[in-house]
């Protein structure tokens, strides 16, 4: 099993920036891949970014790309995702997820934090 848990959500003005963490603990060996996905009300569940834990590869999804950077700490076991230029569209629940595969899909990650909110005022 791994655990997750996110932190760093908060109500932030449009323009502004802030910083998710989402620390991973229990057996993280088992996992390839850090995803942060994020899902507002009435909508589903998109994917935001991931990353490679053992490696720099990263992967963004257009809506956020040039405004994120997603990283890790691996002596901390810690994602972390900077968003800075923080829009009205970006408010959502934020999720990190964690899992075996390379993808942006949802449904291919097996381990889920509780989210953190985030809330972009204009």
């Known amino acids: 099993q791994v655990q997750l848990v996110e932190s760093g959500g908060g109500l932030v003005q449009a323009g502004g920036s802030l910083r998710l963490s989402c620390a991973a603990s229990?057996?993280?060996?088992?996992?390839?891949?850090m995803g942060w996905f994020r899902q507002a009300p009435g909508k589903e569940r998109e994917f935001v970014a991931r990353?490679?834990?053992?490696?720099?590869?990263?992967y963004y999804a257009d809506s956020v790309k040039g405004r994120s950077t997603i990283s890790r700490d691996n002596a901390k076991n810690t994602v972390y995702l900077q968003m800075n230029s923080l829009k009205p569209e970006d408010t959502a629940v934020y999720y990190c997820?964690?899992?075996?595969?390379?993808?942006?899909?949802?449904?291919?990650?097996?381990?889920w934090g509780q989210g953190t909110q985030v809330t972009v005022s204009s």
């Open positions: 997820a964690a899992g075996a595969m390379w993808t942006r899909d949802p449904k291919g990650y097996d381990y």
């Open positions: 229990g057996r993280t060996r088992s996992t390839y891949t």
């Open positions: 990353m490679d834990w053992m490696s720099d590869n990263t």
